[in-house]
């Protein structure tokens, strides 16, 4: 009888796992409307950030079998697209410099990837990135430029590393929904490879008195809103190292700031306010496959941050921060997963439907340990 019962509940198991159980429906009750951003009375505006871009061979490998032998990475991203779109600004961050056309592509430790990332970016709903990471100077030169004038021609923005003194000496601002939105940049070193004798301005170094000054540049340059994005932290690591709690107190500090965006640990962090100003610690990877892919660098969090006008000074103030749980399936396609929309479509099978569920508790556990519930944040897919 227990060997009947045992093998009974493997093959139930194994249809599971296949997906041709019926999908249990979403209980609407248990979530917040689809994708609908929290009520804010009226104006506002919406900046949404998100996790690393961090591309892998086996990535780029995907979007070279998604564009029939050529790199297309949109049906990878396509999943959270509705998402990122929604946002009157999207951020992305994109930790790795790109490869001249054609390649070489590499790989850890010093990463060159392919071009065709970035028309992928704009598809998705992306409107600039953060550029500033441990990986800026990987390819030297030669490598920030062949980004930055990637991006250029897919008309994605940037901010972080830069082509010139000039170049870095401008902020980088925005307009969304008729407001000017401010980017700011930085990264905590460069894995010990050094900026070019001369041309520190190539890459930006996170400094507590840089991050003042480039913010008070951008509010002389008519920035309503100040975001500020971090590359720090320690790896894999879901609670803030020493450094990023000082700097976070150092930078949240700053008037003219108005919130920090972090990456870099390639697992969730969570997100606190900090003096009055939400610091997201650490948003997870939106895209990559490691060498050892295991949940926690599977999942991340985009956070939409949407700001009310506080009074006639023109200053915005923070209404509502939400967190989208993310995922990146490995099968039978790589492929970014916005966890609300996947839990709430009745056709999603009912092995990933727990799946889902699982990552879903696990982001929103990472996101909350330092009280960010019951300072305001709503997670979304969840009651929280």
Same mark, same amino acid.
């Given at each position: ?24 429906? /979403?209980?609407?009750? /248990?979530?917040?409307? +689809? ?29 070279? &079998? ?22 009157? +600004? ?36 992306? $409107? ?22 990637? +991006? ?27 407001? &000017?939105? @401010? ?7 460069? #894995? ?11 890459? #930006? ?50 008037? $003219? ?37 295991? #949940?926690? #660098? ?11 006008? /506080? ?7 923070? @209404? ?24 709430? $479509? ?39």
């Amino acid at each position: 009888m227990l060997a009947v019962a045992v093998a009974a509940l493997l093959t139930a198991t194994a249809v599971r796992e296949l997906g041709f159980w019926s999908p249990e429906p /979403a209980d609407p009750s /248990a979530t917040r409307p +689809l994708g609908k951003p929290v009520a804010v009375s009226g104006r506002t505006v919406s900046v949404l950030g998100a996790g690393d871009i961090l591309l892998h061979p086996e990535i780029w490998d995907q979007a070279r &079998r998604d564009g029939g032998g050529r790199f297309d990475f949109r049906p990878l991203f396509a999943g959270a697209r509705a998402a990122i779109s929604e946002a009157d +600004l999207a951020l992305c961050h994109l930790e790795t410099p790109i490869a001249p056309a054609g390649g070489p592509y590499q790989d850890f430790p010093r990463f060159s990837v392919p071009e065709e990332i970035v028309p992928a970016i704009k598809d998705t709903g992306f $409107d600039g990135c953060s550029t500033a990471s441990n990986h800026s100077i990987d390819q030297g030169e030669d490598g920030v430029r062949r980004t930055l004038d990637a +991006l250029d021609r897919g008309k994605v923005g940037h901010s972080g590393t830069y082509r010139s003194a000039k170049e870095a000496a401008r902020p980088t601002i925005y307009s969304a929904a008729g407001v &000017r939105v @401010a980017h700011l940049s930085y990264t905590k070193g460069f #894995n010990g490879i050094s900026r070019p004798p001369g041309k520190e301005w190539i890459a #930006n170094l996170v400094d507590v008195k840089k991050v003042q000054r480039d913010a008070e540049q951008a509010r002389r340059a008519g920035a309503q809103i100040v975001v500020v994005s971090v590359h720090w932290g320690t790896e894999y690591a879901h609670e803030p190292d020493v450094d990023q709690q000082l700097w976070a107190r150092g930078i949240a500090a700053i008037d $003219d700031v108005d919130v920090v965006f972090g990456h870099h640990a390639h697992v969730v962090q969570p997100i606190e306010r900090v003096s009055g100003k939400w610091v997201v610690y650490g948003m997870g990877n939106q895209v990559a496959r490691h060498e050892e892919p295991v #949940n926690e #660098n599977r999942e991340g969090a985009m956070v939409r941050v949407t700001f009310s006008p /506080a009074d006639r000074s023109g200053r915005w103030k923070v @209404a509502a921060v939400e967190a989208l749980p993310v995922f990146v399936d490995l099968n039978p396609d790589i492929r970014l997963v916005d966890l609300e929309r996947a839990l709430a $479509d009745p056709a999603t099978p009912f092995a990933r439907r727990r799946i889902y569920e699982a990552a879903v508790e696990r982001v929103a556990s990472h996101l909350l340990t330092r009280g960010a519930d019951s300072a305001g944040l709503v997670v979304r897919g969840t009651t929280r």
